[in-house]
């Protein structure tokens, strides 16, 4: 019998999002089939700083663009940001402890086999395009989701 896990990643906060790949990777590691649902704040761990676009997007769209975390390594801390030198401080300690950083977490998953589905309403509202996240995103309703997560055997709300 193959072992699933679904995890609905609504944060979009560094430690959370490091929390939820970790869990990610090492689920992988073990054979555990692992998806991961990215919905609302969540998303912009996967956005591509480098595909990042102004077309085809609203007035809105396109501020709220220019004022959101471009991409997994520029997501704040959830507690103790202090306009990022919190985040500088974790960093560095992390740096020090030889721990990886978030984007390489999100590399390892990639890699691994992680299945990543982007909330398609979620995307809607924030003008959030397919093209502007990484490529092995796939687009999903809720529902497709919700059937994933009654089929595995653990499911964890980030």
Known sequence: MNKKMTLLLFSGEYDKAMAALILANTAREMDIEVTIFFTFWGLFLLRDPERISKEDKTTYEKMFSMMTPKG????????????????KML?????????????????????????????????????????????EL?????????????DSNIQLFI
């Open 72 to 87: 997994p390594e520029a997501l704040p801390l959830s507690k103790m940001n202090f306009s990022g030198l919190g985040k």
């Open 91 to 135: 960093l560095e300690m992390m740096e020090d402890d030889d721990a990886p950083r978030l984007i390489d977490f999100l590399n390892g998953a990639r890699k691994k086999g992680v299945k990543f589905y982007g909330c398609k309403l979620s995307m809607e509202i924030m003008g959030l395009k397919e093209e502007e996240l990484i490529p």
């Open 138 to 150: 796939e687009v999903v309703t809720a529902d497709k989701y919700i059937a994933d997560a009654m």
